[in-house]
Structures are given as C-alpha cells and as structure tokens.
C-alpha cells in the first residue's frame, strides 16, 4: 500500500531563514501532491498543488517541487516568519477525489 | 461563503453513549469526507460520499461507526456505542469536482470518550 512520511515531527528555525519540509512516499508516483496548513485546534488548509508532471511550483514565499524519480516533494518557505509556525501536511492524490492520504505532518517553529 | 460548518466544536460522553457528530458542507460541492485525526495515527479517511451517496467506507473502523448524508447540505457521522479509543478529532471536507481537488476542511469536533 502507499505510504507517506514526512522527514521530521519537528523542525525548528530563525526567523528569516528558509524552511525545507521533506515528504517522501513509496509504490507509484500520485498524480498531485498537495500541501496543507494545519494551525492549533484548525482543520487543515490547502497550499499548493503540484501535478506529476510538474518540476516546481511557486506561490509567494511558498515553492514546491516534485521528483517522481526520488519520490520525493520538497516544501520550501522563504523569508521565515514566526507568523508560518504551524503542522505541515503533504497529501498525495492519486487522481480521484477519493484517494487523498495524507502524511503525520511537521511541526514548523519559527523563533524571532 | 460561512465555510464548512461542523457541531458540535467539542464532545465530551461516556462509554457506550450514542455519539453524533454533524457536518455541513460548503454549498455546491459535491464530495464530503469524513477524517479522524489522532496523535498516533495521523489523519485518516473514514468514509466519503459524493452526490449524498456513500463511495467508500473502507476506513470505517468497525461496525459502530455510520454516515449519513440526507441531501447535499447535511452530514451525519454517529458512533454507537463509543469506546474512549474513539476520543480523536473528527473533521469533515469538501470538494467540488473540477477544481483542483481541494478539499476544504471544517474546525473539527473534537470526542473525548471517557
């Protein structure tokens, strides 16, 4: 069966720096990959969407890549600020509104 | 647009009481979810319907939990009898078809089961 794991259940950075999250998956390659906001005591939030067939995709601080090859999506924020602390979620979609299984998530802190 | 509407916010009951959670989606979509969401387990598909019909319920976890979907603004998830395994947060999406796939998720009632 698919199975999802994101690289850390923490990750810690300085203000201003960027933050990589890191989400791998095993079987065959979704046809998106979605990543999620999810805030303390929140359901979680759509980000971003990337097809299979696209290398990155960017959206103001936000980029996203996709490697089919590494079965791998690479979550970058930019210019950090305590304001993105919150759980990060990948989800992959394998096409049909059903099949949306979503990572554990990681716990991004932003410190001043 | 209010967003999807869940209820209530927290539950908390006792073992092998009747629990029902409800959910109403955002107007017009035609897919709703039902998740459960834990520590442990992370966030799971319990069942999901599209167009008011039940598709899947393979992640139902056993015989006491059940959804209904009545018409297409009203969700019913009920575990009966609770066990306090069952105390996670259970979320409701939903999706319009042809968008993307993105589900848009409620606040989440959060069941403690004592």
């Known amino acids: 069966s698919q199975k999802i794991e994101q690289n850390s259940e923490a990750l810690n950075i300085q203000e201003g720096k960027t933050a990589t999250l890191t989400c791998n998956y095993t079987?065959?390659?979704?046809?998106?990959l979605q990543w999620y906001r999810q805030d303390p005591g929140r359901g979680p939030v759509f980000l971003l969407l990337i097809r299979e067939n696209e290398k990155e995709k960017r959206k103001e601080r936000l980029k996203v890549t996709f490697d089919t090859t590494l079965k791998q999506s690479l979550f970058h924020i930019t210019a950090s600020q305590p304001a993105d602390s919150a759980t990060y979620l990948c989800?992959?979609?394998?096409?049909?509104?059903?099949?949306?299984?979503f990572g554990s998530g990681t716990r991004l802190s932003i410190r001043p | 647009d209010a967003g999807v509407i869940q209820s209530p916010r927290h539950e908390v009951t006792e073992m092998g009481q009747e629990v029902t959670l409800r959910c109403k989606p955002i107007?017009?979509?035609?897919?709703l979810f039902w998740y459960r969401q834990t520590m442990m387990r992370g966030l799971e598909l319990l069942i999901y319907?599209?167009?008011?019909?039940?598709?899947?319920d393979s992640g139902m976890p056993e015989d006491r939990f059940s959804a209904k979907m009545p018409n297409a603004s009203f969700s019913t998830l009920k575990i009966q009898p609770s066990e306090p395994r069952d105390s996670a947060v259970y979320f409701c999406?939903?999706?319009?078809?042809?968008?993307?796939?993105?589900?848009?998720f409620g606040p989440g009632t959060r069941l403690t089961v004592l």
């Open positions: 989800a992959l979609d394998m096409g049909s509104a059903s099949k949306i299984i």
């Open positions: 999406a939903s999706l319009r078809s042809g968008r993307g796939d993105t589900q848009y």
């Open positions: 107007s017009g979509h035609d897919y």
């Open positions: 319907f599209n167009n008011n019909v039940p598709i899947d």
């Open positions: 079987n065959y390659s979704p046809a998106y």
